[in-house]
Every structure is written in structure tokens, then in C-alpha cells.
């Protein structure tokens, strides 16, 4: 498909002297006469209206919930290239980077590759593969130019939004078509990021019609393994399209894309052979497509009826498994006004997935075809209880073929102390639905040696996750509070803490044991059936600020801290189940220059993984922008600076071998006429 761009143009040394004095001119003091770029000012940010929370437009300030926005501005000004990169500046989102193109990111901690607590949608499309309940990162790559803003949810949206939006949700809303007429072709070349192509174009079509199209093409260089290069280059291409209408009873919108990439990943083929590890480099293919079409009608002031359906299709091919999913949705809403102040959003949905998986080395599942069914009705009501002071109401009911029936409640109170003020808190429950392989899978997720601390036998151990027809939905109660204000007109805070009581989470003690003797010798098969005995509590806090220093200074920061009291039964189920930094920060500036030059710096701060001997990382991310007329922008942005090479995180199965990221520069352009 389009997969564009081959080769690197190396530049590094070059690229490292611009880097050092553009870090000197950051700091520099308040340029004279630099233009005014921030775009929104901080009460115009805390009006802005965001979706996510309550399923309606809402303003920010009056939003019961840890909600944070990225907006244009803040992508453009971020120097990121890609989506996970970008949820870096979220307090309370744990993201970190295993090899060239994977991503293990989560919210409020239980981190891993094969996160399942958080739901991602686009558009109002959900990603989420059914087959780990989680999201594949690798295949989520949009144009950044057609993002409007990313909203994110930390902490349940359950009755909302249904099972698996445990610990939060992202949600990634694009541009309107109307809002992007003309054309924009953006480049880049570099040493990490080795080379990009992005088109879009976006015209009226008609009285009230609005049409954009996508295209865009990457290659992803490797990162390093054991002081060499890994071989986990990646290549991906796609196309895409908006149509919007406008009309005087209905709006509408039509969104589809397709994908098609290939990136290299290292596996770790465990057996009782010879030295028990047998690495591997192998091929992951993948593509996939998708067409959504949403319509709302307008009936009064007081009355709106969203119908929304969607059909997708993806196929992954790698070592351990090969699947081809589709997946139907339908969903309707009615937003109401009642009398005295009621604010009524009631709706339901229904969901089936295809899937046919192929089970390769170290898995297997049984049926290879399935089909699985969702459906769901939710209710929710807003009742203003004083003048300022709102009790929000709600629940969803939802019913799916591992399980059945589920209900999720939700009770949030919102003060709004001042127009600047508002105090909120709530109450939530939430399931996580089992994943298909927990139901009718099996996995090998560790090996111990003779000797080993777990195995004291002569002979290798292979320890082997079996699913259970009897695994029931993970359960979280959720106790959450926050303050969000505008002190000034020139700092902004967004506070929140948290209480998370899990239940029935999965676990697999007390593994069954058989001695197994083949042509290679013997070994112990251990095997874990899945169950949910683990429990226990997170709790922490989480902090946004935004300081708009002077006109052309702008410093965005955030800060979260977690802590988890689990009774882990043994060394594997705690591995398994507690990843997450206790500590995390991140602080941009954000620097306007004269000559129209922005200088970005971007620290980041992650504490030590304790379960993983994973070091604490400080992390330095540097942008320099140049604007030299309205049409055209280009960008020097260095990332990872502060070390050649480093390790963010290990993979949860010992199958995927992580690896070390690097240090990368990259120039890119961007042209809009």
C-alpha cells in the first residue's frame, strides 16, 4: 500500500549542535516583539467543551471528573509524532515504549503490553481487541493535522461508555472536514523517526457538505538489543476520509480509513531444549479498515436523537498468533431536558465480534472461530439540586456471552463554587469483561530454570495461563474527588485524588503440575487456571497546571502519585499485575522567540518500576519551530536526550522481548495552501 520512504538521511551530529544552542536560547529571558501563538488563553481552555465524561458537550470547568484535554495547540507544540507519545503529558497515564512501534500505556496503573482497563476510541469507534481487552498502539497512528483534541478520563466512565472503561478512557475526537479546506502536506526525515508523508485534503461539496481526505506513510527505524541494532524497524501506510453535513434538521458525518504495515519484533521462544531461550525476529503483517457513519437530529432546544453505526476490520499476523476480527456496532442516544432542571441521556448499544485465530508457538485457543455478542441500555440524569450545585445520576446496563448481565452505577456531585471554581466527587462501578483467551485460551508466560527460586527441581519448569469457562468480569468500586480552578487569568490547576477498591481481578495460583518426558527430555508443565482470587486498593493524586507566564511564555505541567496494597500470592502474580511508577512528572516550556521561532522543551520524570528492577528515567524532549510565512512551518525536534539508549519497560509475557530506546532526531515541515 503506502508505505513511503525507505532510507535515513543521517544528520545527528549536525542536529546535536542546534539542539544545544536552541537549549541555551530557552532559557534565555522574555524575547521583544515574538508573535502571539497560544492560541486559547486559559478561560477560554476552561470553557472549552469536551464529550467524554458525560456523553453531552460540556464546559471543562463544569465537568464532574479527572478529565484532560490535548488540544491542537498542545500537539503542535508538543514536538510528538505519534499518539502515545503525546499521552506522556497526562497526569495519571502510565506510558512507556517496549521496542520501535509497541507501546504499553494505561491509566491509574496495572501497565503492561496487554493492558486491559482502558478503553480508546476514535470518533466514538472503540479499538479494543477483545482478545487481550486491550489495544493494539501499533495500528493507531492518525494524522496528528486532522486530531482536533484527545480527551482522557482518568478513572471509571463505565456507566457511560460500558465494560472495560475501568480505569479511564482516551478518546480521539478529529476535526470537522469543514474546519480543514485547503490542503496540508506535512514531511519529516530523521534518525529514529527515518521518514514521513502526510496529506490532507478538504473542499465543499455541496450546500452543507464537506468533504477531507488522508493519506500518510512512514518508516520507523530500529532500536537497540543488547548493544546491537534490534531489528524492529516498522513501515506503515493509510488512506482515510471525513464527509460532515450540515443540514437544517439533521448533521451527520461518515468517517473510513484503511491501513496496511509491517513491523519486526523480537520473541523469546522458550522450551526445555538445550539453553531454554531461542530468540527470534520475526515479521509482524497487519491491515485493516473501517467505515462509521453517525446522524443526530435536532427535535428542540430541549430534545436531541444520536444514531451511530460502525463495521471494522483488522488482521495481525506475528509469531505467537494470527487473527482476522470484525466487528459490527450500533448505537443510538436521547438527550433530553425535563422539567425542574433535569438533564435526562438514556441510549443503548449493540456489539458483535467475528474473530478466526490462529494459535502459532506458545498459545493456543479453542474455538479458533468465534462470535461474540454485547448489548447495552444506560441512563443518566443531571438534576441541579441548588443553583450551583448538580447531582448527576446514572447506569448501564450491559449483558455480553462470558459473563451476562453487568450493571455499572455512577453518583457524581458538582459544585460550582464561582464562575472560576468548581469542586466535584463521585462514586463509580465498573467491570473489565473477560478477554477471549481468558475464557478458552492458554499462554506460556514463564520459564524457570533448574535451581530457580520458584523451581528447586533438577529439571526446567514452563508455567502455562489456561483460561476458565468459570472467570467472572473484574470489579472496581471507585471513589474519586478534584478541585479545578482559574486563580488568574494567567494560572490554570486541575486537582484530583482517588480511592480504587479492585475485586475479582485474574489471577491463576496454586498451578496444577505434571512431569512431561519427550524426545528432548523432561520438564514440568505448570498450569495455572484462570481465576479471580486477587484483590486490594490504589489510591494517589493527580495534578495539572498550566502558568501563562507572560504573553509569549507558557510553562504546562503535571504530577501524579499512586500507590498499591495488594496481597499478591507469589513473585509471578505480583510481576503480572503491578507495573506503574510511583512517582511521575512532566513540565513543558513553551517559548516564543522573535522572528516568528518557538523553542519547546519537554522534561519528563517516571519513578523505578520496583517488580521489574526498571531504573527511575528522566527524559528530555526538545522543539525548536520556525514560521518564516503563514503557509509554511518547519520543526527541529530532538527526543530522548538525556541518554543514547534506555529501557522503559519489560513485557508482561517473557514471549516479547523489549528493547532499548534511543536517542532520535528528526526535521519536519509542514505546508498548508
Not at 313 to 335: G, I, K, M, P, T
Not at 370 to 397: A, E
Not at 512 to 519: C, G, K, P, Q, R
Not at 523 to 529: D, N, P, Q, T, W
Amino acid at each position: 500500500m503506502l508505505v513511503l520512504f525507505n532510507y535515513a538521511y543521517k544528520f545527528s551530529h549536525f542536529c546535536k549542535i542546534l539542539t544545544i544552542l536552541s537549549l541555551i536560547c530557552s532559557f534565555s529571558s522574555a524575547p521583544v516583539g515574538a508573535k502571539e501563538l497560544m492560541e486559547m488563553s486559559l478561560e477560554e481552555l476552561m470553557g472549552l467543551k469536551v464529550t467524554s465524561a458525560a456523553k453531552a458537550p460540556t464546559s471543562l470547568l463544569k465537568t464532574s471528573a479527572a478529565i484532560y484535554v490535548i488540544t491542537q495547540e498542545d500537539i503542535r507544540r508538543s514536538g510528538a509524532n505519534s499518539i502515545p507519545e503525546l499521552l506522556k503529558m497526562v497526569p495519571g497515564v502510565n506510558v512507556a515504549q517496549l521496542d520501535s512501534n509497541r507501546w504499553a500505556i494505561s491509566a491509574r496503573g496495572f501497565n503492561g503490553q496487554f493492558a486491559n482497563k482502558l478503553l480508546v476510541m476514535v470518533d466514538g469507534r472503540s479499538v479494543y481487541t477483545p482478545f487481550f481487552s486491550g489495544v493494539l498502539w501499533d495500528v493507531q497512528d492518525l494524522v496528528l493535522a486532522e486530531i482536533e483534541r484527545i480527551e482522557v478520563v482518568r478513572g471509571p466512565g463505565a456507566s457511560l461508555w460500558g465494560a472495560n472503561a475501568v480505569n479511564g478512557i482516551i478518546n480521539i475526537i478529529t476535526r470537522s472536514a469543514e474546519e480543514t479546506i485547503g490542503t496540508e502536506i506535512t514531511a519529516w526525515v530523521g534518525t529514529e523517526e527515518r521518514a514521513g508523508l502526510s496529506l490532507m485534503q478538504g473542499a465543499g461539496i455541496g450546500s452543507g457538505s464537506y468533504l477531507r481526505l488522508t493519506a500518510k506513510g512512514f518508516a520507523r527505524d530500529d532500536s537497540q538489543l543488547d548493544g546491537m541494532d534490534a531489528d524492529d524497524d516498522m513501515s506503515m501506510g493509510r488512506v482515510g476520509f471525513r464527509w460532515d453535513y450540515f443540514g437544517s434538521q439533521f448533521t451527520g458525518k461518515a468517517t473510513g480509513g484503511f491501513y496496511q504495515g509491517q513491523n519486526s519484533a523480537n520473541f523469546d521462544l522458550v522450551s526445555h531444549e538445550g539453553e531454554y531461550h531461542h530468540p527470534l525476529n520475526d515479521d509482524t503483517n497487519m491491515f485493516g479498515g473501517h467505515l462509521l457513519t453517525s446522524w443526530s437530529r435536532q427535535f428542540s432546544d430541549k430534545s436531541n436523537l444520536i444514531f451511530q453505526f460502525y463495521f471494522d476490520y483488522s488482521h495481525r499476523e506475528e509469531a505467537v498468533y494470527e487473527e482476522d476480527l470484525q466487528v459490527l456496532d450500533f448505537e443510538f442516544q436521547h438527550n433530553y431536558d425535563l422539567s425542574l432542571g433535569h438533564k435526562l441521556t438514556w441510549g443503548g448499544n449493540l456489539r458483535t465480534y467475528f474473530d478466526d485465530t490462529t494459535a502459532h508457538s506458545h498459545l493456543s485457543i479453542d474455538p479458533a472461530n468465534d462470535r461474540y455478542d454485547s448489548y447495552s441500555f444506560f441512563i443518566q440524569d443531571d438534576y441541579p439540586l441548588l443553583k450551583n450545585v448538580t447531582l448527576t445520576l446514572g447506569s448501564k446496563f450491559e449483558h455480553n456471552d462470558f459473563t451476562g448481565w453487568e450493571s455499572q452505577p455512577n453518583g457524581r456531585l458538582l459544585w460550582e463554587v464561582s464562575d472560576s471554581l468548581s469542586v466535584w466527587g463521585a462514586v463509580s462501578r465498573a467491570v473489565r469483561t473477560p478477554a477471549r483467551y481468558e475464557e478458552t485460551g492458554q499462554i506460556v508466560v514463564a520459564l524457570y530454570p533448574p535451581g530457580h527460586e520458584l523451581n528447586p527441581t533438577a529439571i526446567p519448569a514452563i508455567y502455562n495461563f489456561r483460561g476458565s469457562d468459570d472467570f467472572k468480569a473484574e470489579e472496581l468500586t471507585a471513589y474519586e474527588c478534584g478541585v479545578r480552578s482559574l486563580l488568574d487569568k494567567k494560572i490554570s490547576i486541575d486537582f484530583s485524588i482517588f480511592f480504587n477498591d479492585y475485586r475479582k481481578l485474574r489471577t491463576g495460583p496454586d498451578p496444577e503440575s505434571t512431569i512431561i518426558v519427550d524426545e528432548h527430555g523432561a520438564y514440568i508443565e505448570l498450569v495455572g487456571i484462570a481465576n479471580n482470587a486477587l484483590e486490594g486498593e490504589t489510591y494517589g493524586l493527580e495534578a495539572a497546571l498550566e502558568w501563562q507566564l507572560t504573553d509569549d511564555w507558557k510553562l504546562v505541567g503535571s504530577y501524579s502519585y499512586m500507590e498499591m496494597d495488594f496481597n499478591f500470592a507469589g513473585q509471578l502474580e505480583a510481576f503480572l499485575n503491578s507495573f506503574y511508577a510511583r512517582h511521575q512528572g512532566s513540565l513543558q516550556s513553551r517559548l516564543n522567540l522573535p522572528y516568528n521561532i518557538e523553542t519547546d522543551l519537554w522534561l519528563t520524570y517516571t519513578d523505578e518500576i520496583v517488580i521489574q528492577d526498571q531504573p527511575e528515567i528522566w527524559d528530555l524532549s526538545l522543539r525548536i519551530g520556525w514560521q518564516p510565512t503563514p503557509q509554511w512551518q518547519l520543526e527541529l525536534v530532538g527526543q530522548n536526550l538525556l541518554h543514547d539508549h534506555k529501557k522503559q519497560l519489560t513485557s508482561e509475557i517473557i514471549t516479547v522481548v523489549s528493547s532499548e530506546i534511543e536517542r532520535g532526531v528528526f526535521l519536519r515541515g509542514h505546508y498548508k495552501f
